[in-house]
T-cell receptor, first 114, second 115 residues
Framework: EDKVVQSPLSLVVHEGDTVTLNCSYE??????LLWYKQEKKAPTFLFML????IEKKSGRLSSILDKKELFSILNITATQTGDSAIYLC??????????????FGKGTLLTVNP | ETGVTQTPRHLVMGMTNKKSLKCEQH?????MYWYKQSAKKPLELMFV???????ENNSVPSRFSPECPNSSHLFLHLHTLQPEDSALYLC??????????????FGPGTRLTVT
């Protein structure tokens, strides 16, 4: 059975701290790993990772994938209160043909206090 | 098992067919969502319901028609679809839109193929 496990489930930090969120997975026919930030309702897309070892960066956020060890991390530096959200990790697998399946982790609830 | 179930898990339909996707959540949530996941694209939010009232329609074509008879059930009625509508349709639920940051629970999705 496909699994996506995120840790920690929740995290409280102070503004300015650096945080690392983890996502490990067990999926056959891996295609990609996606990170989302969810604030009020719809998750917003952050990164899509398909290749090992290549860091993707957007401002203070960065992410990297390790396909050998089957995990990804999402780093946020110099955190701000606006970074408070649930961060979702999802893994896409190839189900054959043009089919694919998306499995979500439970998310990490990040709270950044002023 | 996230507490959100979707049926059917797979659906193949012709462009002239009418079908419905069903979502049920057993979490006591009041907000429910339909998302579309196309190949190699991030999630696209389609519809949002909060306490059975539709609060958001993200410019979704009228060939997709949602229905929320109660807080536990959500339907997506499909008619005269196009091949480009083939995708994974995900249902999700959360406590409500009135709560602060909410953990959203996703169903397993319905794989739709339009021929």
């Amino acid at each position: 059975e496909d699994k996506v496990v995120q840790s920690p489930l929740s995290l409280v930090v102070h503004e300015g701290d650096t945080v690392t969120l983890n996502c490990s997975y067990e999926v056959t026919n891996f295609r990609s790993l996606l990170w989302y930030k969810q604030e009020k309702k719809a998750p917003t897309f952050l990164f899509m990772l398909t290749s090992s070892g290549i860091e993707k960066k957007s401002g203070r956020l960065s992410s990297i994938l390790d396909k050998k060890e089957l995990f990804s991390i999402l780093n946020i530096t110099a955190t701000q209160t606006g970074d408070s959200a649930i961060y979702l990790c999802a893994v896409e697998k190839d189900s054959g043909g043009s089919n694919y399946k998306l499995t979500f982790g439970k998310g990490t609830l990040l709270t950044v206090n002023p | 098992e996230t507490g959100v179930t979707q049926t059917p898990r797979h659906l193949v339909m012709g462009m002239t067919n009418k079908k419905s996707l069903k979502c049920e959540q057993h979490l006591g949530h009041n907000a429910m969502y339909w998302y579309k996941q196309s190949a190699k694209k991030p999630l696209e939010l389609m519809f949002v319901y909060n306490f059975k009232e539709q609060t958001e329609n993200n410019s979704v074509p009228s060939r997709f028609s949602p229905e929320c008879p109660n807080s536990s059930h959500l339907f997506l009625h499909l008619h005269t679809l196009q091949p480009e509508d083939s995708a994974l349709y995900l249902c999700a639920s959360s406590q409500s839109l009135n709560t602060g940051r909410m953990r959203t629970y996703f169903g397993p999705g319905t794989r739709l193929t339009v021929t």
